[in-house]
Structures are given as structure tokens and as C-alpha cells.
């Protein structure tokens, strides 16, 4: 994992935009990439000039959308049961595939949002989506919506990162640590919305119902 961090690291120092939209799309679909080492060092080369800062979160979504879309669009048409098949080369175990379906069909497009501002969440459920025949239109709203926002907080931490310890460009793991510890505080500030949200959804199903 190390040499990989390295790898993507280096896509981003020497890619610039595009190092960033690839990298997004393969966070936001099955691969592993952390977008701890992706959106905080481009945010490193905006605060130097290198980059600006808009339009790294524009890249950073960018790529997230793309990513999220293909893997949705993929989901569709290969269906669930080839996904429960080979989804173990992939990373994707029939237990999480299930946590994620269970999550999308009791919270729906809201729960779109929310995942994609959760670790391991937001790399599935684009596949839950598609696999359901989701409507893309209100997909592709709030992915792009909850990516936006969690591009833009990457971003800030990136740049707040340059300014305490500018040498963590140098150190990729360092990175992925200061990152991980300073969005601790707003993971929780995101799940309690989350909270608030699932349980708003809990008490008008119903009523609906009804």
C-alpha cells in the first residue's frame, strides 16, 4: 500500500487536473484509492500557485461523478448476481454489497448523499444504485452534490496541512494521517446529520403509510 500511496501521490505532483479527475473516478468506483492522497496534495500546489484551489474541487468532483456514474452504469447492466460472483476480486464482499443495498433502499436519495461523504460507503454505493435502476437524474444531483462537499473539505485540510506541515508533500503516509485525524471532527459533524436524517426518514415512513 505504501508504493502504491506513492504512485497515486505522484499522479497528482505531476498530473495536475487530470491526475486528480482519474484518481477521483478510481476512488468513487471499486478501486482503492484514499482521496486523502489525492485532493489534500493538489490543495498543497494551489496554495503555491501551481493549481487553484476552485478548480481542484471542480477536478475532485469531477472525477468523483465520473467514477460514480460508470460504476452505476455498469451495476445495471451486469446485475447483482455477477456482482455477488466476482465482486471478491474486487474488493466487494456480499455482506458490505447487502449493507449498501439495505442503506439505499430504506434511505434513498438522501442516503446517495450522505454515503458519499462516509469512508467505505461512498465507494459502493453507486452499485446498490444501479443495481436497483436508480434514476440517474436524481443520482447524478446528489452525487455530484455530496462529492462537491467532500472535495471541498479535503481541499481545506489540504490547505491547512500547507501551512502546519508543509512537509508532508514529501511524506504520503504522513498525509493520509494528518488528513484522516483533522476530518475526525467533521466525519462526526456529517454522521450526526446522517443520524438526523435516518431517523426524520423513520418517523414520516409511517405516516405515509398510512
Known amino acids: 500500500m505504501h508504493h502504491l500511496l506513492e504512485i497515486w501521490f505522484s499522479w497528482v505532483l505531476s498530473g495536475g487536473y487530470i491526475g486528480i479527475i482519474v484518481l477521483m473516478a478510481m476512488e468513487s468506483s471499486i478501486f482503492p484509492v484514499p482521496s486523502e492522497v489525492v485532493i489534500p496534495p493538489a490543495a498543497f500546489l494551489a496554495a503555491q500557485g501551481k493549481l487553484s484551489f476552485i478548480g481542484v474541487v471542480l477536478a475532485g468532483t469531477l472525477g468523483s461523478y465520473l467514477g460514480a456514474a460508470i460504476t452505476y452504469w455498469v451495476s445495471r447492466w451486469v446485475g447483482r448476481p455477477l456482482i455477488l460472483r466476482y465482486g471478491q476480486f474486487v474488493f466487494i464482499n456480499p455482506k458490505k ?5 439495505h442503506w439505499l433502499s430504506r434511505y434513498e436519495f438522501g442516503g446517495v448523499f450522505f454515503a458519499r461523504l ?15 435502476r436508480m434514476n440517474f437524474k ?5 452525487t455530484i452534490a ?15 496541512a500547507y501551512h502546519i506541515e508543509p512537509e508532508l ?15 475526525g ?10 443520524v438526523l436524517y435516518m431517523l426524520t426518514v423513520r418517523l414520516m415512513k409511517p405516516r405515509s403509510d398510512s
Do not use: Y
Request: contains cysteine.
Open 97 to 101: 454489497l447487502e449493507r449498501a443495498e
Open 146 to 160: 455530496g462529492s462537491a462537499i467532500w472535495c471541498w473539505i479535503l481541499a481545506c485540510l489540504g490547505a491547512k
Open 118 to 132: 462516509l469512508p467505505v460507503m461512498r465507494h459502493l454505493i453507486s452499485i446498490p444504485a444501479g443495481i436497483v
Open 169 to 183: 508533500l514529501e511524506n504520503p503516509d504522513a498525509m493520509v494521517r494528518f488528513i484522516r485525524g483533522q476530518s
Open 185 to 194: 471532527g467533521i466525519l462526526l459533524v456529517v454522521t450526526a446529520f446522517a
Open 138 to 142: 436524481v443520482f447524478s444531483v446528489v
